[in-house]
């Protein structure tokens, strides 16, 4: 029905009012397209709806957590306890509950995995754009730099770097971001190349608006949903990056938990008790596949070229 | 005189060679007036649009000729003053009116863009000004079209949402290029007595760029027709629909069926128009022209006057 309405044509007849278009609520915005297909994808939805429950779960820690994370008493009666109704997820090697641990390790797993996306989206973000638009030698130039830094492979630079700085978290943070930022980079530099070429570009030459804010404000706009789509992506890759960096000693650091570094203190204990690692696993694993679910929900949702009626 | 455009010339630098799109164009535009350029496509009337505001793109280039706009040179003034020029003195209408708008923004935010650029509107007056310019468009709703994406408008109310957007800052000159060619005949009409209708509310000169001679005959009082980009004739709207001097005017016109006789057969001009690349010698059109002779291939000829402030460049109609 709303379709008929969207697609009703409007007539201007010169000399005679303009026939009154069909009522706003008709319309269907992008965005509002968008949230319908991402809607339909029940997977995604899912995955979403998980996302929000593990940030809920994450910020409500200090409520929710059955137990203090850090606490340590009574170390032989507590330790390496099986899950049970005491202790869902059971105990670690100093007794303390994984269920509670696992709660704030997911603040610190989320938040790094956030924060470094933004640190890289914001970077690859202004580098590519600056590239794209500029052009000719400046782009040349650009683009040949970030064609030798990613010649060192990633997770060898985040190791050394990591090794080198002796990083808390903030500095874990920025050494991620800023090693992780060329694909945004080449993403918007790609897209702004194209939508350069646009006439709203030229008409807003046209109207003199100055360079900056025709990137600022037309060009970057129109690229922000395909880096939605990786920043998603990236954000689930950048959760599991921390995890295996804590996981080798290099990443966060006890007593700070994360689930990176409680499968590697369940790694010790494996065969006498299989929950230390397990349970923060499973949580590290369906984070990431939920992350990666919603970019591809979002990457269909998003996708112009899409068929809208398979969706609606 | 509000624009006098001197020996524009206007030239792309591709690898194939260097492409001569504007080349020594000269013309003035007077305070009110309506001038219209005419040619056929790829003739360089873009470009000539694109020079006045100095927004050639590359690897296009102004390589010689002054745009003086009430004495001011806009091709050699700074470009902080340039940007006040774009979109402040000089208005612009580009032709497709749903690719100069940016998809990503309501109507009237882009509107209110402008004003906030060149009048120093603060966000809320920009707005209700936004909103004031949609319905002296003629765009019924105003409020709610400015709350519009450009894709939820038609295209003759896309045009008319342009065109609030370059009549924003009260330009002393709007340029429309091809403002109707993208739009059906029946709404072309609404836009061409809106454009009149503007002109005379706001004062301001008009350049209209078309390669339809209905157009021009129903708006512009002064026609320049260009032919491989240069300007072969310079005359009044009515001097040139009923006596066209210059070959190919004479061609151009009699390829469209405007003139008194509606019996009088449709003649095509011979040929096509030629690659700029590689432009013959002399006067340009002498391979198509019907009159030509030696001296044509010498040297392209002149816009020499003519009597009744008329100009054209032909040495057989001076001769």
Known sequence: MGDELADRAFIDVPGMPVEMGPPAQG??????????????????????????????AALLAPILAPYDPTAIEHVLQTRYLPPSWH??????????????????????SLAVGVLAMLVAVSVGTLYGAVAGYAGGWIDNLLMRALDAFTAFPKFFLILLLAGVFEADIGVLILIMGLTSWTDTARLIRS?????????????????????????????????LSSVLVSA?????????????????????????MTWGNMIQAGQDALFIAWWMAFFPGVLLAITVLSF????????????????????V | MLLSVRNLTSYFFLDEGVLKAVDGVSFD?????TVALVGESGCGKTIVA????NLIPAPGRIIAGQVLLSGEDVVTTPKDRLRQIRGGEIGFVFQEPGSSLNPVYTVGHQIAEVLQTHRGLTRKEADKEAVRLLGATGIPDPEK??????????????????????????????IADEPTTALDVTVQAGILDLLEELQQQYGMAILIISHDLGVVAQIAQRVLVMYAGKLIESAHVDALFSSPKHPYAQGLLDSVRLRADRNAPLRGIPGSVPDLLRLPGGCTFHPRCSVSDLSCRTQFPPMLPLAGDRSCACYRVHQ
């Open chain 1, 191 to 223: 897209e702004i190349l194209s939508l350069k070429q646009r006439q709203f570009v030229e008409a807003a030459h046209a109207i003199g608006l100055p360079d900056y804010l025709i990137v600022w404000r037309h060009l970057i706009p129109n690229a």
């Open chain 1, 87 to 108: 202790h869902l997820f059971g105990t670690d090697e100093f007794g303390r509950d994984e269920l509670s641990r696992a709660l704030y390790g997911a603040r610190v």
């Open chain 1, 292 to 311: 990666n679910l919603v970019s591809d929900g979002l990457r269909d949702a998003l996708d112009p070229k899409a068929l809208t009626r398979r969706y």
């Open chain 1, 232 to 256: 998603t992506l990236m954000v689930g890759g950048l959760i599991g990056t921390e995890a295996i960096l804590s996981f080798l000693g290099i990443g966060v650091h006890p007593p700070t």
């Open chain 1, 27 to 56: 319309f269907r915005t992008p965005w509002s397209i968008a949230q319908r297909r991402f809607v339909s994808n029940r997977l995604a939805v899912a995955a979403l709806i998980m996302i929000a429950l593990l940030s809920v």
């Open chain 2, 29 to 33: 535009i007077q305070e009110n007036e």
């Open chain 2, 50 to 53: 694109l020079s006045l505001i």
């Open chain 2, 145 to 174: 079209r400015a709350k519009s994406y450009p894709f939820q408008l038609s295209g003759g109310m896309r045009q008319r949402a342009a065109i609030a957007m370059a009549i924003s800052t009260r330009p002393k000159l709007l």
